[in-house]
């Protein structure tokens, strides 16, 4: 039997540890909460990044640059190659992309790339396209319609 597997069998379950039971067992008394302060009171938490009042890390590095990301238009992907689940000559829209599951939902918008292959002949509409989906749906001898 190896160390390691020792401990998986015998030490799987950890009694709990009885604080404040006389000081012959080493957590009576103060029961290992020290004396005084927040700390050794009830419901006290500690902050992660609290360096004991020394100047905190993020507050000594200076501030840099700026996001945008809350305000990005977020666009759902669709690729041309999931297009060709439609029949040939079909008008492909928001509404019949949410009801196949290609997005999310009819108010999203969605932006059509180019990566596959399409073989049939659709009429696209959709927020935005990339210029390798624009070309291979008119290679195709589809329309791609920007809303």
Known sequence: MLNHEITSI?????????????????????????????GSRAGSTSISLYEGGQMPLFRRLPKRGFSNKSYATRCEIVNVSQLERF?????????????????????????????????????????KFSRTAEQKIVASGGIAKVI
């Open 10 to 38: 015998a030490g799987k379950h950890t009694r709990r540890r009885r604080v404040g039971r006389g000081t012959g067992t080493g957590r009576g008394k103060t029961c290992g909460r020290g004396h005084k302060g927040g």
């Open 87 to 127: 029949d040939d000559g079909a008008a492909v829209g928001i509404e019949q992309l949410s009801d196949v599951g290609l997005i999310g939902g009819a108010k999203s918008k969605v932006k059509i790339l180019g990566k596959g292959e399409l073989t049939k002949k659709l009429q696209v509409t959709a927020h």
